[in-house]
């Protein structure tokens, strides 16, 4: 064989050797979630969506963790999105080339890779011991809506970024003040972008567990919570619960919550990716 | 009337903007006061030299070498597997693979990054564990490689997605001088692509890495909560993440020495991240607009 024929072989092996890699994650993804699947999915049943939690297995359901999960979206998304959003607004139109905004730069993108459960320490002695809001869902939403900022943020900023100048251009020739060009033209004109990233940073906010349990979220709750300051559980608290138990019946417990956890957390991320590509095709600039 | 409204919603946008600010100060804050107190009882030489981490036993040692022997030990397992494989499938899709295959495939090793992190810790525990178990007989129930191993696939699409853009951003003509002289596509990854994305690439292992030291509930889950210094990784550990978490479970009271130790392990955790998190910021920003 010639030098030619053995690079030949050389690219074709890393092509084949690629594809194994693009591949390898997902099949395993694919084989951990039929493993999950044949462990829990008889276990999904009335009873189990609608029970207490309870010490023994067959009688425990995730009644209070869904409600909790749900309490905990909500308010997040309500403290998350208009801060997130305006925050970006901020730093895409207003904030002037100066230092400060660089700082706020530099410090988004630091926010956004520290650990969760750093947030977790903060949340707790910030909103749980400081403003003594105590471990209660309100705390914990406040928690999550500063973990999920950054997202929301950078997500925004690309959003408003792909609208073209010439858009903001005509509407200050119209008269229009900044105020009423971003609400009017730029906003609209970037809403698929900003829902694609405001569902991704909810989805993230639903799966996180860590910072929940350092501010003192507890795995058996035995209500729903009713106002934003009765204590919680949520989903991921509670499978991370099932799992640490030595008892068989508590793993088909959990590989059933996981089984409803994932759907939520891929439905959201099927929803976002839906409204990112429709978006891309509709705007066509 | 209009430029008082104008006036007002500027200040309230100032505000939103502030509340990261506030964040970073606040984290700071909390984790420095707890600390300063915390250091101000434990000697911080006993802190970083002492290689037993015992504050919940009678007697107590307060040496974080064994959280971070933990931490490094299932950091450096994800990385080796994560770094390989999500490389690849960066030079895969940006050279060899058809362009529709690209689009197509992204949003699906995305979803590797959007599943929850105590899935992945059942996973490890209840799937790669018994499984690994097989192949190594003395591998103990709870332990460094399976967490170390579920955590890398878990960073492969942090790895790939920033990779793959810096592989991207390397002008087409570089690209096509190499095809001109006769080299093949692997050639032209390794000679010419992946060096001259080198800064990229460093970048996404930077973020994959300070990604994988705050990693909690899969450690939490399968790597066990016996703080040990070592770094075999078929027997139980506990990363500085997982105390925090168990010492969050437990009741220990507010005000405690016990209480304060999870703030000094924070503090170490963000020192760490931290420094990783400005060094990827500052090659991203300085090697920018090289090409441009």
Redesign the interface.
């Known amino acids: 064989m010639n030098n030619a024929k053995i ?2 072989a ?2 074709k092996a ?2 084949m ?3 194994f ?2 591949f ?3 099949v ?2 694919a ?2 979630i039929g ?2 699947i044949k ?1 829990g999915i008889l276990r999904i049943d009335w009873q189990f969506l609608t029970s207490l939690p309870s010490r023994k297995p067959e009688n425990a359901g995730i009644l209070t963790a869904m409600m909790g999960s749900l309490w905990i979206l909500g308010l997040t998304a309500i403290v998350a999105i ?6 970006a ?3 895409e139109e ?2 002037k080339k100066s230092r400060f905004a660089s ?2 730069e ?6 956004a ?10 949340g707790l ?2 909103f749980v ?1 400081l403003l003594k809001f105590g471990p209660s869902v309100l705390a914990g939403s406040f928690t999550l809506s ?1 973990l999920i ?2 997202i929301i ?1 950078v997500a925004t900023r690309e959003a408003i970024k792909a609208v073209p100048k010439t858009i903001k251009e005509a509407s200050f020739a119209m008269g229009a ?3 009423q060009t971003m609400w009017n033209q730029i906003l609209p004109a970037s809403f698929g972008g900003i829902l694609t990233g405001v569902i ?1 940073a909810l ?2 906010a ?5 910072p929940l ?2 501010i ?1 979220a507890l795995a058996y709750v035995p209500f729903t919570p009713s106002s934003p300051m009765d204590e919680f559980s949520v989903l ?1 608290i509670q ?2 619960n099932w ?2 138990r030595p008892q068989h019946g508590f ?1 088909i417990n ?2 059933a919550a ?1 089984i409803i ?2 759907l939520v ?2 439905t959201m ?1 099927a929803i976002a ?1 839906y409204f990112r590509n429709k978006w891309q095709k509709k705007v066509n600039w | 009337m209009l430029r008082a409204k104008e006036y007002i919603i500027e200040k309230v946008l100032f505000l939103c903007a502030l509340i990261t600010i506030l964040t970073t100060i606040g984290i700071i804050l909390v984790l420095s006061i707890e600390a300063v107190i915390f250091f101000s009882e434990v000697s911080i030489i006993d802190f970083v030299t002492d290689t037993q981490w015992t504050p919940l036993f009678t007697k107590k040692h307060f040496g974080i070498l064994p959280l971070l022997s933990g931490t490094m030990l299932t950091t450096l397992i994800a990385i080796a597997v994560a770094l390989p494989i999500g490389l690849s499938i960066a030079i895969y899709l940006n050279e060899f693979s058809p362009k529709g295959f690209r689009k197509s495939i992204k949003p699906l090793l995305e979803l590797l990054a959007a599943v929850p992190t105590v899935v992945y810790g059942f996973f490890a525990l209840m799937v790669v564990t018994p499984f690994l178990q097989m192949i190594i007989p003395g591998l103990s129930g709870f332990n460094a490689l399976s967490a170390g191993m579920v955590m890398g696939i878990m960073i492969i699409p942090f790895v790939t997605s920033l990779s793959e853009d810096a592989l991207f951003a390397v002008p087409k003509s570089l690209r096509e001088a190499s095809y001109g002289m006769g080299s093949t596509r692997l050639q032209t990854s390794f000679n010419v692509t992946v060096p001259a994305a080198s800064s990229g690439i460093i970048v996404s292992v930077i973020l994959a890495l300070s990604r994988a030291i705050g990693e909690t509930m899969i450690v939490a889950i399968a790597a066990g909560q016996q703080p040990r210094l070592t770094f075999d990784p078929t027997v139980p550990i506990e990363t500085i993440t997982a105390y925090i978490v168990q010492v969050s479970l437990g009741d220990v009271q507010h005000g405690t020495l016990e209480y304060r130790t999870i703030f000094a392990a924070g503090i170490t955790l963000f020192i760490f991240t931290f420094i990783l998190n400005n060094i990827s910021f500052f090659i991203r920003k300085k090697y920018q607009q090289r090409y441009e």
């Not at chain 1, 208009?82 to 925050?87: C, R």
């Not at chain 1, 890779?113 to 903060?122: A, D, F, H, N, T």
């Not at chain 1, 639903?206 to 860590?210: D, P, Q, R, S």
């Open positions: 690079n030949k050389k690219d890393f092509q050797w690629g594809i890699c693009t390898l994650g997902l395993l993804l084989v951990f493993a999950i462990d208009p801060l997130g959003i305006g925050a607004i901020y730093l207003y904030s700082l706020l530099i410090n988004i993108s630091n926010l890779g520290v650990p969760s459960i750093i947030y977790g320490l903060l002695e910030i011991r500063l900022l950054p943020i003040t900044k105020w991704l989805s993230r639903v799966g996180e567990t860590a349990i350092v003192g991921p499978i991370f799992v640490s793993v959990a590989a996981i956890l994932l957390t891929f991320n990716v």
